[in-house]
């Protein structure tokens, strides 16, 4: 990879989008009950008869920018700006290079903080700073693409109903009607790689209807 990468820009556009985004919210939600009714289904199905696309991220795992220009390409720690913001993310099986995208739910945020700013669960699960969440707000799914620093105030932040979690400590809910933190992906660094460590640490679901719909597994 070569060249700068304006990794962020579809976060910044959006981000400008603030005032917009909640006419859109319906739409957005709708499409994604929609795509994550369609997965259930499947869920129920055995492993080998899923396709390999909704599955979820596996240890070993590589990632690729989600959006943008340089979607599909490769991230490497050095692509993560240190202090954020975030950089938007799906998880890469290396052998087949297929992309994990087929399910909402694979969405991932790539953020890189000071080691010591994590407090000692979330340091546990990162790489040299680096940490690894869901993309998905745990309220109503919208994808959580803000991200708030000022004056010792870090946050990713939802505008959808304008939910914040906290990525130093375990993405906890911070303000909003999220009712729950982001779920963590455990990452590590093999040989200058960016790798998944582990399963995702909570539920990746959306809160929907008042209720909680099973992990998929």
């Given at each position: 990879m070569t060249g700068e990468?304006?990794?962020?820009?579809?976060?910044?556009?959006?981000?400008?989008?603030?005032?917009?985004?909640?006419?859109?919210?319906?739409?957005?939600r709708a499409a994604f009950v929609a795509s994550v009714g369609l997965s259930l289904p499947r869920a129920a199905l055995a492993e080998g008869d899923r396709?390999?696309?909704?599955?979820?991220?596996?240890?070993?795992?590589?990632?690729?920018?989600?959006?943008?220009?340089?979607?599909?390409?490769?991230?490497?720690?050095s692509d993560i700006p240190l202090g954020g913001?975030?950089?938007?993310?799906?998880?890469?099986?290396?052998?087949?290079?297929?992309i994990r995208k087929g399910s909402p739910l694979n969405q991932?945020?790539?953020?890189?903080?000071?080691?010591?700013?994590?407090?000692e669960d979330t340091a546990a699960r990162s790489a040299d700073g680096i940490v690894a969440y869901s993309g998905l707000?745990?309220?109503?799914?919208?994808?959580?693409?803000?991200?708030?620093?000022?004056?010792?105030?870090?946050?990713?932040?939802?505008?959808?109903?304008q939910s914040e979690f906290d990525p130093r400590h375990s993405?906890?809910?911070v303000f909003g009607p999220a009712p729950r933190h982001l779920a963590a992906l455990p990452?590590?660094?093999?040989?200058?790689?960016?790798?998944?460590?582990?399963?995702?640490?909570?539920?990746?679901m959306p809160e929907i209807g008042g209720g909680y719909l099973p992990d998929v597994e």
């Open positions: 990468r304006d990794y962020n820009a579809p976060l910044d556009t959006r981000s400008n989008s603030r005032a917009r985004f909640p006419a859109r919210r319906g739409l957005l396709p390999s696309s909704e599955e979820p991220p596996e240890p070993g795992d590589l990632f690729v920018v989600a959006h943008g220009n340089h979607a599909g390409e490769t991230i490497a720690p913001p975030q950089i938007s993310a799906w998880p890469m099986d290396p052998k087949s290079k297929l991932v945020l790539l953020l890189r903080l000071q080691p010591q700013e994590l407090d707000c745990t309220h109503a799914g919208c994808p959580v693409i803000g991200w708030v620093k000022d004056q010792g105030t870090m946050v990713l932040k939802c505008f959808c109903h993405a906890a809910v990452v590590e660094i093999v040989s200058g790689t960016l790798t998944v460590a582990g399963k995702f640490i909570g539920s990746t």
